[in-house]
Antibody, heavy 121, light 108 residues
Framework: EVQLVQSGAEVKKPGESLKISCKGS????????IGWVRQMPGKGLEWMGI????????RYSPSFQGQVTISADKSISTAYLQWSSLKASDTAMYYC??????????????WGQGTMVTVSS | DIQMTQSPSSLSASVGDRVTITCRAS??????LAWYQQKPGKAPKLLLY???RLESGVPSRFSGSGSGTDYTLTISSLQPEDFATYYC??????????FGGGTKVEIK
């Protein structure tokens, strides 16, 4: 079964760092782009960026460039989303998702279950 | 960025109704459009891609159409399990593969 399994919910303080993960299984992890999508409480979906685990080619939305880091470790089929200094406004559900085809830009056909990040003092 | 405008933002409908949701792009996106369904507390689910191609396992009551800047998701006969929020997404142009604002389909 093709699936993405994300790490568990996090509660952090402003200014702290955080790295959440997304582990792929059931397919060739290095051959499909993985993306990250933010959903703030009660709001819609926002595309953050994508990474190609085969060579770590990464593309960011301008809204998130410099605010987060997307990375991947192909040896363990895991993608990451990282913050160096969290803000309260980073409180949201974060989803990883696999692009449907081996194209640079495509729809997301497989989604992780989501990781809730809460940032509060 | 290409802006995606969905309408309506919400609608009320009854089981068996035909429902249509529209997504308009700020520029042509050459059918590079996906539709997702999201239920409360769950991850989105891909319904259609390339504007009109049904994802495997998705019921045939869901269909998509459109071209250029205007696209439509139609549910031919609304079922109880279809009450959810629906999003469109363009994947034609970067720097951001933008989603529409969502349409919440509620029970009438």
């Amino acid at each position: 079964e093709v699936q993405l399994v994300q790490s568990g919910a996090e509660v952090k303080k402003p200014g702290e760092s955080l790295k959440i993960s997304c582990k792929g299984s059931g397919y060739s992890f290095t051959s499909y782009w993985i993306g990250w999508v933010r959903q703030m409480p009660g709001k819609g979906l926002e595309w953050m960026g994508i990474i190609y685990p085969g060579d770590s080619d990464t593309r960011y939305s301008p809204s998130f460039q410099g605010q987060v880091t997307i990375s991947a470790d192909k040896s363990i089929s895991t993608a990451y989303l990282q913050w160096s200094s969290l803000k309260a406004s980073d409180t949201a559900m974060y989803y990883c998702a696999r692009q449907k085809q081996q194209l640079v830009y495509d729809a997301f056909d497989i989604w992780g279950q989501g990781t809730m990040v809460t940032v509060s003092s | 960025d290409i802006q995606m405008t969905q309408s309506p933002s919400s609608l009320s409908a009854s089981v068996g109704d035909r429902v249509t949701i529209t997504c308009r792009a700020s520029q042509g996106i050459s059918n590079s459009l996906a539709w997702y369904q999201q239920k409360p507390g769950k991850a989105p689910k891909l319904l259609l891609y390339a504007a009109s191609r049904l994802e495997s396992g998705v019921p045939s009551r869901f269909s998509g159409s459109g071209s250029g800047t205007d696209y439509t998701l139609t549910i031919s006969s609304l079922q109880p399990e279809d009450f959810a929020t629906y999003y469109c997404q363009q994947y034609y142009s970067t720097p951001s593969l933008t989603f529409g604002g969502g349409t919440k389909v509620e029970i009438k």
